[in-house]
Structure formats: structure tokens, C-alpha cells
């Protein structure tokens, strides 16, 4: 079983099936990825939020590959295993305007700096958030003649933002073309279910997959396994939106808890925003009683004081 080792140099920003793959793998490979932060390296450790006024969309979500699965046909599943994820020491979260579930609360920009240890990441001071690192986005190439753009998720995976794509989760990802062409970027040191800003803590690392192919799984849409030991779990004190329209509901359990952080903590409310981003989880609790539906946002009760 082999190992590779791919740059980020090798990288690309739509998806394609159209595009030379950088590397082969068989099944069994495994293979370590590197990848950029969310900003494609435009942003950086002294970066203020006058840079995010400047940030040129079309590079931002670049992905590492694509990996040719030797072995990968349509109707296949491509497995990935992540073995582990190796985060960057500093990471950044911004409101970015026009971009994030309540875009029109937050029109100004706000960027933070953080720095990513071992023992976690400090966003703000006195709040320490737990070092959870995932891959935000991973995907194969879609069959339909491209380009696509990055950031919407497909039924070919892309950028999906599962908190739970981390050390040891297995992910089954469908096969649209011939070798699949795997890729994958937008690795966050953490985040919160919903990412309802926008943006994690967004960081560059080094990404380590073991890859395997499922004959004929004839999958609809991605799967996974998780892994029950990743951390985040306990105590949370949770908000509700409740009513017949999901994402308004989404919108009223985020602004809830926004202000619940506001009362309980003295942050600015653009703050409490980034931190229900990074440490919140958004979870859709109710949709069979209709006609309303019950979206629950959740943030642990030691960041709160209680």
C-alpha cells in the first residue's frame, strides 16, 4: 500500500471532470494532501478586516487534487478514511458581508486571528475553543461537462461543512466519472454544526486519507461514519426557531442564541455571531409535524459560564 505526498501547489478551484489529475491512486493507497485555508492565501496572520473588502471570491475554497482512484467507475463509491489532519497554528474567522446565514444582521466586515495549539484554540480571551479539526470540503468530479463552481455541495460531496469529517470517520463519496477525480480543501482547526457565519476557524494543514473503492454501491448522495470518541459532546444550553419555513427558522435559533451569548458573556453581538459559528451546533430537531418545523442551535455550557 503505498504513500503519497501532494502540494498544495496542486490545486484548483471548480470542479471538472475535465481536468488532468495529479496523481493516481489504487485502492488501499494511502496519501497525505496539502491544503490552503478558505482563502486561497489571501489572507494571513497580520490580516485586518479592511482585507476582506478585497477578497477575490474566485479564489477562495481551493482544493487539493484531483487524485485519479484507479479501479473507480460510475456506480462505484469512492471510500476515504481520514487518518489524520494536521491544522496550521493560526487560523482565521471573518463576517464576510453578503455571505453567512444572517448576512443582512452583519453587513460590516469583522475578521479574527486565531491561534491553533494543541490544547486549543483561544478566539476570543477567556473563550477557549476545543481543537476539533475536519475537512470542509471533499468531493469527485460531477459528470455533467464543467466547470462547476466549488462551494455548492452536490450529490458528488464538495463543500458539505460536516463537523464530523475528521479523524476517524469513513466517508463514501459516489462516483460520477471514470477515477472518480477526488479533491478536497477547506480544512477548519474547528466549527460548529450550521457554520451559520460562514467560516470556521479556517486553516491550512496537511490532510492524511487511506482510499478504497466499493464496487456498485449505487450510493443517492455521500454517507459516513463517524468517529464516537471526536470531542464536542456534553452539556449545552440549546435555542429554538420554530415555524413553517426551515431557514427562517434557522435564522430565529441563531438570532436567539446570539442573544443569549450577548446577555450571558458582554460580547458584541458580531462576536457572539463567530463564536456560535465555531463552537455552535444547528441541528434540524423537528421536521414531521407539520406545518411547522423546530431548528435547535446548541453551545456548550462551559463557554457560557454555566
Not at 36 to 54: C, H, K, R, V, Y
Not at 174 to 180: F, L, Q, Y
Not at 196 to 202: H, K
Not at 217 to 239: E, F, M
Request: proline share 9%; net charge negative.
Amino acid at each position: 500500500m503505498a504513500g503519497w505526498h501532494i502540494a498544495r501547489t496542486s490545486a484548483h478551484s471548480t470542479w471538472d471532470r475535465s481536468l488532468p489529475p495529479v496523481h493516481t491512486v489504487a485502492p488501499g493507497d494511502t496519501v497525505a494532501l496539502e491544503v490552503s485555508d478558505a482563502s486561497g492565501g489571501q489572507l494571513g496572520p497580520d490580516s485586518d478586516a479592511i482585507a476582506l473588502n478585497d477578497l477575490d471570491m474566485t479564489r477562495v475554497n481551493p482544493v487539493t487534487g484531483p487524485l485519479f482512484v484507479d479501479g473507480a467507475r460510475p456506480g462505484d463509491a469512492v471510500v476515504v478514511e481520514v487518518e489524520s489532519i494536521e491544522p496550521e497554528d493560526w487560523g482565521w474567522t471573518a463576517n464576510i458581508p453578503g455571505f453567512g446565514l444572517l448576512a443582512d444582521d452583519f453587513p460590516e466586515p469583522y475578521l479574527r486571528i486565531s491561534k491553533v495549539t494543541g490544547d486549543g484554540i483561544e478566539l476570543f480571551p477567556g473563550f477557549a475553543v476545543p481543537l476539533c479539526p475536519m475537512i470542509g470540503t471533499i468531493g469527485l468530479a460531477p459528470p455533467e461537462p464543467g466547470p462547476h463552481p466549488i462551494i455548492p455541495p452536490s450529490r458528488w460531496g464538495g463543500n458539505m461543512d460536516i463537523r464530523h469529517l475528521g479523524p476517524g470517520t469513513r466517508l463514501w463519496l459516489p462516483v460520477g466519472v471514470e477515477g472518480a477525480l477526488l479533491s478536497l480543501g477547506d480544512t477548519h482547526a474547528a466549527q460548529g454544526d450550521g457554520e451559520v457565519c460562514g467560516t470556521a476557524i479556517e486553516t491550512g494543514s496537511v490532510v492524511h486519507l487511506r482510499i478504497d473503492v466499493d464496487k456498485d454501491a449505487q450510493l443517492p448522495r455521500p454517507r459516513l461514519t463517524t468517529n464516537p470518541d471526536a470531542p464536542r459532546s456534553g452539556r449545552a444550553l440549546a435555542t429554538t426557531g420554530i415555524g413553517p419555513d426551515l431557514f427562517a427558522a434557522a435564522r430565529d435559533a441563531t438570532r436567539y442564541m446570539i442573544d443569549e451569548v450577548c446577555r450571558r458573556t458582554g460580547l458584541e453581538a458580531v462576536e457572539a455571531y463567530l463564536l456560535v459559528s465555531v463552537a455552535g451546533d444547528m441541528k434540524v430537531s423537528e421536521i414531521v409535524d407539520q406545518p411547522n418545523w423546530v431548528v435547535t442551535v446548541h453551545v456548550g455550557t462551559d463557554l457560557l459560564g454555566l
